[in-house]
């Protein structure tokens, strides 16, 4: 079983060190990738399965027992966030393999997808803060280098700002991680669990805790965080933009969860209710309201992701001290969110590839008529955009409610309400998407795209119509996601069996 | 048992379906297509709902949302407008479009409106309400921009889908609280709410979403751009079904949230509103659709101040007034349809003498403009019944709202209903095309239903009013509907709206010839002006936190952090217990000496200065280190100096000339900044260091490493051994750096090399 725990990981990473061995000979790494990710969808599901079945499962590298050694630990919402990426991953590799140009793809394109899934899949996995930090920078890397590859000018641009802050947040993490240790005298996470709500001095701990905060809300793009994320995602080709906006802020989403819920639950008037409910509120807004002034279409997509990240994190503010029933209300709602949010964000992006290359652009000012002249590319994005507004019954709707709902039952009301003025904005920021790219007269055909090779697009279009189908089925099956997400709210509610099942009778 | 899911599951799924239909049959598409929901407005009204049937089954327990259903008196009415209504529209579809390419869609759309809508009307659980309340919000959008190549068009539809879309926002809010206060999400199970501590925060949101939805003073605005959808979607959306979704819930409502005095003086103050306004805004129009947009407006007006006075007469008043609405305006805009088809033009100014080439179309006219004129049985009965209740006790100010909203209607009846067929025509009318069947069907139907109706008032009553007043009054009315009250009061009123709004049609003609433009009216202007303003604080909002410079991102960055650290500091208020003066003399020599290299490598003006104080700092590192006891480290440190120094150096030669590119403000700030960060660095580090919370794990790895991992050096150990995983990631680290140089290092010569070619 312990096995299945380190597939996620080690598969990615046989598979980047194999394709590296065949450099010049792409068929075999494309082959490589697309085997990659199917078996990585494969391990995912069987451990989801398995920790469906037993409950949390914990494997120990070099069999060394906690917190000596490194743990990987799977609970429900590990897995749920790995079958995620395991799709979205799919998803991309298939669109890449028509629309990355030879020349990224012999550079290694491939292996730094595999790279970067294996960062991403470690950060899911790890019980280990340290271990986190490391999973950190190996998907930083990869994704810094899939970002620049192409050396394009307005790429490299987009490069530096993203790399240059996110390093800042690794800087932040690690002098967090160097304190924490110092004070604390250990990097596990469950036993970090114990010592903090031991600690004599939690006002200590609160401080120590505003690293990680700020560490993971760069990851993540919260307010007032997030300027790295609208600088960059529009500049590197659709297949990567699309990657990184399923994956990468949700590492970030993710990290903050499990920190918050896990280890810094010392303080949560201070930590949940003061600075996470506001900062995920303003990010709500300033996501939406970004959105609307966007002409780019990725651009107008990336404002989208802040807007989804504030309403996650949201629910976890919410969470922080609220009764057992709202807090795994909240909590449930968020994990619901983040699953959906990375789906409907790479289907989205995705599809923008296929936008530009109908009408030769990303402008919605020049896109125009794809409603006559693209039926189906129409009906996919509403679907989208729809979701991304978070209307019903697309699969952002119940999870929206729930958080709202625990909202109300705290008497958070106000931040409801915000976060409702939210989603109107998202809405009229989506209507206007649509009206101008699909609804409006075609313009004067624009010629921005060197893509112009004749190639088939049904390499593209597979994929989004898989995570569209996905999309549906998120919503139609509501009931089952939303069990399956109160069940992993309240294995994070319950610390207890965290720790029992890391550290077994060694606290 | 599934029933009411199934006619919505399965006029959902004949929605998808109807785009294909239509290809294979694109001329009998609406004859087909309106088949099944000519079977569910049967079904429906075969059901007689004595005291309201319930289906219920889980649906995500977690949140208590069920799938649950409930027909009622007041959803039976609702369904079999819906659904009759709907059959006669998708009928006329088929005259309207012919086989026009597209039309496929249309049906489709129309079809998927349609199973959302009788969802919202038949769904008992709040949040399933609210999520078909949605899908008609949706549906509509795309509904009205059918046309969308036309700019009014599209816009027309975003309106309304912001403006019912966040009216809907509200409304999610409003059941949400009453959900969490009630903690019972059937909305048959919530008792009166008045005394809820929350209950006008209940009411106002619900009420929002209420008025939004149903076009009321001050957001009717939206329904007469609506009209830019094709007539069989305004006929059906706009005045027969949707924009009644709000009076629906506002009468579902009525027994929790209704009988209080916000209610009624809201409900009264802001239907009178309506009514005044959607009148007089009415009598400006001369296209025949804004005509009968602003007068549907009206009759949604009519319909809230109704249900603010509550009770078993008004829900039978209720009842009736909207049975005889969607019959007579559903059929005048389908007329309106069929005469902007036959004679090319919705002009009411210019229209006129179509009775010769259209006899059947002016005799359905004829009936339908009686009954809003309130002459025709059903809506005579209607309108009686309403008349009653305002008068006992007589309530003048109702009645004289009431008498304009009534006399209007003739006034405009006239204008839209006999004008065009019997008044003189412009000459420069073009001749059109005769209305064929399909598109006379409709009309004819609904209209004659509209007389039909009304001549048997007691088997009406019992089938629609009884059961709504038995449904949302809370008991019978005593007063079975009769078409005739006696010589009376009633009688006199209407009466009088009658001659009063004959008088105004004959005055109409003129006034509107005279009538220079008048100022448009402020609402749509207002939204206009939201919107502008809204996207200019977006812009603004976002061009100063995305500016796009780096520097501002870090600062922005660096200032957070600053500011959530000292906030945490403030909250825990530790007594400060940082003792500098254990350091050591030759410590503090090296601390100061770190220092006073950091500070000229900022003040430095030439690169090579600032790369060689910056290594003193570095092997001050080093050796700080090595005096507190880790001379590997130290090792390490120098190694890596050593080498960040010769990268620098080697690198210099590609680089720009060296240049201040900031002023002294951003320096202020910056060294602001970076004084704060080493500041509070190093107080927290002095800080930590004297606050051990919880053993450290090291001890065990000294202990032990031999022992368990048979190695001496126990750094080594830790790093291969213990946590191995972490040096196998800081290994693919480095190998995708190593990969990432060569790549951007190729393309960037490659670059370089198609630059100069």
């Known amino acids: 079983m312990s096995v299945l725990l380190a597939l996620p990981v080690l598969l990615p990473l046989v598979c980047a060190a194999t394709a590296m061995l065949f450099w010049r000979r792409l068929r075999v790494q494309r082959t490589i990738a697309v085997l990659t990710a199917l078996g990585h969808l ?290 449930a709602g968020t994990i619901a969110y983040v699953i959906q949010a990375m789906v409907v964000k790479t289907q989205v992006f995705l599809l923008s590839g296929i936008v530009r290359r109908l009408s030769g652009s990303f402008d919605v000012a020049r896109i125009g008529g794809l409603y006559a002249s693209a039926p189906g590319v129409a009906i996919l994005f509403l679907l989208g955009a729809l979701a991304l507004a978070g209307v019903p019954p697309l699969p952002s709707f119940i999870p929206k409610v729930a958080v709202l709902r625990a909202a109300f039952g705290e008497g958070l009301g106000v931040y409801a309400g915000v976060a409702l003025l939210g989603s109107l904005l998202m809405l009229g920021a989506v209507a206007r998407l649509w009206s101008h790219a699909f609804w409006r007269a075609p313009m004067e055909r624009p010629h921005e795209s060197d893509d112009d090779a004749p190639v088939n697009l049904v390499f593209r279009f597979i994929p989004v119509t898989g995570l569209t189908v996905v999309l549906v089925l998120l919503g139609v099956g ?26 077994g009778g060694a606290r | 048992m599934v029933t009411p899911a199934l006619a919505i599951l399965s006029l959902f799924t004949l929605g998808l379906l109807a785009p294909f239909l239509f290809a294979l049959l694109p001329r009998h598409a609406g004859k087909l297509l309106c088949l099944p929901p000519a079977f569910w407005c049967g079904w429906f009204w075969s059901k007689t709902p004595a005291s309201g049937q319930t289906w219920t089954s889980p649906w995500i327990p977690e949140l208590g949302i069920t799938f649950s259903f409930r027909l009622d008196g007041l959803a039976s009415l609702f369904a079999i407008l819906i659904t009759g209504i709907g059959a006669m529209v998708l009928l006329y579809t088929e005259g309207y479009c012919g086989a026009k390419p597209g039309s496929g869609r249309l049906y489709g759309l129309l079809l998927l409106f349609l199973a959302s809508m009788l969802g919202v009307v038949l769904a008992d659980d709040a949040i399933l309400l609210f999520l078909f309340w949605e899908a008609t919000s949706v549906t509509s959008f795309l509904l009205i921009g059918f046309e969308h190549e036309r700019a009014n068009a599209r816009r027309g539809a975003v309106q309304a889908l912001m403006v019912t879309g966040g009216g809907g926002l509200a409304l999610l809010a409003g059941l949400l609280v009453i959900v969490q206060q009630t903690g019972q999400g059937r909305i048959s199970a919530w008792g009166p709410l008045a005394g809820d501590p929350l209950y006008l925060a209940m009411f106002a949101l619900v ?184 008068l006992s006790p007589p309530d003048v100010p109702s009645l004289i709202v009431f008498g304009v909203m009534a006399a209007g209607a003739v006034a405009i009846a006239g204008i839209v209903a006999f004008r065009p067929f019997f008044g003189k025509a412009d000459p420069a009318i073009a001749d059109g095309h005769k209305p064929d069947a399909p598109l006379l069907t409709g009309p004819a139907v609904l209209a004659v239903l509209g007389i039909v109706g009304g001549l048997t008032p007691t088997f009406v009553f019992e089938r629609i009013g009884g059961p709504v007043a038995a449904a949302i009054g809370g008991g019978t009315d005593p007063h079975p509907w009769a078409l005739w009250h006696g010589f009376g009061a009633p009688l006199a009123f209407s009466v009088g709206t009658l001659a009063l709004g004959l ?246 010569r490659r670059a370089a090399k198609g630059g100069s070619a």
Not at chain 1, 484 to 495: H, M, N, S
Not at chain 2, 262 to 274: D, M, P
Request: with cysteine; net charge positive.
């Open chain 1, 42 to 331: 494969a391990s995912t599901l069987a451990l989801f399965v398995e920790v469906r079945r037993f409950g949390i499962l914990v494997a120990r590298f070099g069999d060394w027992p906690a917190p000596y050694g490194i743990v990987f630990v799977a609970d429900t919402f590990s897995g749920l966030m790995l079958v995620t990426t395991s799709i979205v991953t799919l998803a991309v590799t298939v669109y890449s393999l028509s629309s990355i140009d030879a020349d990224r793809e012999s550079f290694g394109f491939f292996p730094l997808v595999c790279a970067l899934l294996m960062g991403v899949s470690g950060a899911f996995l790890t019980g280990d803060i340290f271990n986190l930090y490391v999973w950190f920078e190996v998907l930083l890397i990869a994704s810094f280098v899939l970002m620049a590859l192409g050396g394009e000018r307005k790429q490299l641009e987009g490069a530096l700002k993203y790399v240059t802050l996110n390093l800042v947040s690794s800087s932040i993490f690690l002098a967090g991680l160097g304190l924490l240790y110092g004070s604390m005298g250990t990097l596990n996470l469950a036993q970090l669990s114990v010592r903090v709500a031991e600690a004599t001095d939690p006002g200590f701990v609160t401080m120590l805790a505003m690293f990680f905060l700020l560490a993971f809300g760069i990851k993540a793009a919260l307010f007032p965080l997030y300027g790295w994320l609208p600088s960059s995602y529009h500049t590197p080709p659709t297949a990567v933009s699309a990657l990184f906006a399923g994956l990468l802020t949700k590492v970030g989403v993710y990290a903050l969860i499990r920190t918050f819920t896990l280890v810094f639950t010392n303080d949560p008037t201070f930590t949940h209710r003061a600075v996470l409910l506001g900062m995920a509120t303003v990010t709500i807004l300033a996501g939406s309201l970004g959105a609307i002034v966007q002409r780019d279409l990725r651009r107008a997509l990336s404002f989208t992701i802040v807007a989804s990240v504030g309403f996650a994190v949201l629910g976890l503010a919410v969470s922080g001290g609220a009764s057992q029933e709202l807090a795994t209300l909240a909590l």
């Open chain 1, 478 to 503: 509501a009931g089952p996601v939303f069990q399956v997400a109160t069940e992993a709210a309240r294995q994070l509610l319950d610390t207890d069996g965290y720790v029992r099942a890391v550290l």
């Open chain 2, 207 to 390: 009420a929002i979403g209420c008025f939004t939805k149903s076009a009321q003073f001050p957001f009717h605005f939206w329904l007469p751009n609506a009209m830019t959808a094709p007539t069989p979607v305004s006929a059906y959306l706009h005045s027969a079904t949707m924009v009644k979704a709000g009076v629906y819930l506002l009468a579902r409502l009525s027994g929790s949230l209704g009988g209080t005095e916000v209610w009624t003086w809201t409900l009264t103050l802001v239907g009178g509103a309506t009514m005044l306004t959607g009148t007089l805004l009415a009598l400006r129009q001369t296209d025949l659709k804004r005509l009968l947009a602003y007068s549907t407006v009206a009759a949604l007006g009519t319909m809230v101040f109704v249900l603010a006075r509550g009770g078993a007469e008004a829900a039978s008043a209720f009842a009736a007034f909207v049975l005889a609405h969607a019959l007579y305006k559903g059929a005048l805009f389908l007329v309106a349809g069929a005469i902007d088809h036959t004679a090319d033009s919705r002009d009411a100014f210019r229209l006129g003498g179509l009775w010769q080439r259209a006899p059947v179309l002016a005799t359905a006219s004829t009936l339908a403009g009686l009954g809003m004129m309130g002459v025709a049985p059903l809506a005579f009965l209607a309108k009686e019944t309403l008349v009653d209740g305002l």
């Open chain 2, 503 to 748: 008088a105004v049609y004959r005055a109409w003609p003129a006034w509107i010839a005279r009538a220079a433009p008048w100022p448009s009216f402020g609402f749509d202007r207002a939204y206009d002006a939201g919107l502008r303003g809204t996207v200019s604080v977006a812009r603004a909002f976002t061009r100063t936190i995305q500016n796009g410079r780096l520097r501002a991102y870090l600062q922005t960055t660096i200032a957070t952090f600053l500011v959530l650290v000292t906030l945490a500091a403030v909250r825990w208020n530790p007594s400060p217990q940082i003792r500098l003066d254990t350091a050591l003399p030759h410590e503090a020599l090296l601390a100061l000496a770190m220092l006073l290299a950091v500070l000229a490598a900022v003040r430095s003006v030439s690169r090579l200065a600032a790369v060689v104080t910056l290594g003193v700092v570095g092997f001050g590192v080093a050796l700080t280190y090595a005096l507190f006891g880790a001379p590997d480290l130290a090792m390490t440190q120098i190694a890596v100096e050593t080498l960040t120094v010769i990268l620098f150096v080697l690198t210099f030669y590609h680089l720009p000339r060296f240049a201040r590119g900031s002023g002294t403000r951003t320096r202020a700030v910056d060294a602001l900044l970076a004084t704060g960060v080493g500041a509070t660095m190093a107080a927290i580090t002095l800080v930590a260091s004297q606050r051990l919370l919880g053993t450290p794990i090291s001890a065990h790895f000294a202990e032990n490493s031999l022992a368990e991992a048979h190695g001496r050096n126990v750094v080594n150990v830790i790093l291969v051994d213990y946590r191995g995983l972490d040096t196998l990631g800081e290994i693919t680290v480095l190998s995708i750096a190593g990969l990432g140089v060569v790549a951007l290092w190729t393309f960037g």
